[in-house]
Structures are given as C-alpha cells and as structure tokens.
C-alpha cells in the first residue's frame, strides 16, 4: 500500500503478512478522497478510522493534515502496527486503540467530521454501525459516514444513506444527517 498524497505522498508501507486484513486498494482509496476534497479542508477536521486494520485510510487523512485521527481495531497486532508506522512516518495525529468497535461506539461520546468504516465484509450486523454512530451522535452535523463494503452487500435502505460509490470490488457507501432532520432516537 502507500500514501496517495500529502506530506508523505508515494510513501510505500508493508505491513506484515501475518495480520488479518483487506487494505483498500489505493485506487479505490485515491477515488474515496477526491471524493472528501470537495467537501473538507483535511486539517480542519476530526476522523474516526473503524476496522482500522493496517492504519492506510489513517495514514492518508495523517498525510494530509488531519491533526485528529483515532484508529480502531479489536486485533492487538492491527493496532501495534498502527502505533509503530504512525511513530516512523512522526503522525502525532494518530491514535490508535485497540477495542471491539461495536463497544467503543457504544461507550464513546466524541464528535468527528468523518468517520470511515472498513469492516470484515462478512460481517453480519454491519447495519449497527450506522445506527449506533447516529444513536450517539459521534458524527458532527456537516459530517459524513463511510461504509467501505463488497458489491453483495446493500446498504441503500439504512438510516440516513446517501449513496454508494462503487471501484472495482470495493464499496463504498456513504451517510449524512439531514440539517433538518431532528434526531428519530429518543432518549431510552
């Protein structure tokens, strides 16, 4: 994998062999931020990196001037990686946790302009995503929500879908919260 642009634009990264991930190819990553540069300024905003694996979408926004990225994974191995690459490449932005997501969705309170979502694709559950990010309203009111998916996968009929962009055999399916939309969650 590398760095597509930025600061460390061209940058190569291996991660060992022995992980348990499925990187986003670097052309659909390339299309995904052409997508994002229409609508941030990439140092202005707060990212939330779900299913972080080896840390590329993170590396990415880290390149370009996020200064505040929190990287998620449940595999200690995942995470140490994240760690130990973020400390080579000096991504002070980074921080990376090792933690069930579904878990630290649950628990957290923070806000972030985008939070990107890159789960095993067969996960089965995938649609509690959405609603627990939403639920607790973890993405900012201009923010924006990206499953990255297989093309079996339909998330067009969840909360707050906007669109699927499709590259290859990646998905990616995007979600924002209406300006006008009242939260449909009530306080339980």
Known sequence: MRIISGTHKSKRITAPRNLPVRPTTDMAKESLFNILNNSYYFDEIRVLDLFCGTGNISYEFASRGSEKIVSIDNHFNCVRFVQQTAKELGFDAITALQSDVF??????????????ADPPYQLENIEQLSELIFKNKLLSAEG???????????????LYFVQTR?????NFSFFEQDDNDESIFTDE
């Open 103 to 116: 878990e630290f969705l649950a628990k957290h309170s923070q806000e972030y302009d985008v939070i990107f």
């Open 144 to 158: 924006t929500l990206i499953i990255e998916h297989s093309k079996e996968t339909d998330l067009s009929e969840m």
């Open 166 to 170: 499709r590259y290859g055999n990646v």
